[in-house]
């Protein structure tokens, strides 16, 4: 019984977070979110050319707050726009995120649900990494993903509004190689991640399936897949409540 009262006690700690905790949350994504401003420009931009209105554009980038599937409803837009197409394309693009809410959930539910909702709206793949480190460190992770989440939105939107205002801002970030940077920044928060042989075989299933999605499906396909192929593994093999 007193184990229960141990293990209760330290879900309340790792769950909570308050104004000061989401502001380093927020101080702690900055420099990476400055990144951020070259791919919100480049949207920018790319949605000016496609014939977007720039008020039509910011309201996007600051409503949806996904970029790769914002890029692709670009590809998508037309006088008579598709929208089936442009839902499904957009939701498979972002199927990762119910895996981001189910890997969060041992905390999540702990909160209200208008907490619950409310830090999962600015949820990305950067902010929820480090907020998985943060609480596979035993550490409170709510503030990180909240406070990085609005960071990272709020570098993305004034990222938009350059592309579309000022243009050719950043209209390559390939050149100068600004689309690497979230890839070795995840890299980085895996590394120095919880690490045990569940983590290892989660990672390993969820690298060959995107890998061979990559090379045999269609394009983008393989986000969603290495996504899925993840997710089945760990729960496949369950969840380890202490990896030590």
């Known amino acids: 019984m007193h184990k229960q009262q141990d293990t209760s006690s330290d879900d309340v700690i790792l769950h909570h977070f308050d104004k000061a905790l989401v502001w380093d949350g927020f101080k702690q994504l900055v420099p990476l979110s400055l990144f951020v401003i070259a791919f919100g420009a480049a949207f920018g931009l790319a949605a000016a050319q496609a014939g977007v209105d720039g008020n039509m554009a910011i309201a996007m980038s600051t409503l949806v707050f996904a970029g790769t599937s914002q890029f692709a409803a670009l590809d998508l837009w037309a006088a008579e726009i598709p929208l089936f197409t442009l839902v499904i394309t957009v939701f498979a693009i972002n199927a990762r ?14 909160l209200p649900k208008s907490k619950r909702y409310g830090v ?64 070795c920044f995840l890299l980085t928060m895996v590394v120095n991640g919880e690490k045990n042989l569940r983590m290892l075989f989660i990672w390993s299933v969820a690298a060959i399936a995107s890998l061979l999605a990559y090379r045999f499906l269609p394009e983008n396909s393989h986000i969603v897949v290495g996504a899925f192929a993840g997710g089945l593994a760990g729960l496949t093999w369950g969840y380890q409540t202490d990896a030590r």
Do not use: C
């Open 97 to 110: 995120h119910l895996l981001m809410g189910a890997t969060l959930y041992p905390w999540l539910h702990h």
């Open 120 to 183: 999962m709206l600015v949820a990305s793949d950067a902010n929820w990494a480090m907020s998985m480190q943060a609480f596979s460190l035993e550490k409170p992770g709510f503030g990180i993903l909240l406070g990085g989440g609005l960071a990272l939105w709020f570098f993305w939107v004034i990222g938009t509004w350059l592309g579309i205002y000022f243009g050719n801002v950043v209209s390559d970030p390939k050149r100068f190689g600004l689309d690497m940077v979230m890839g």
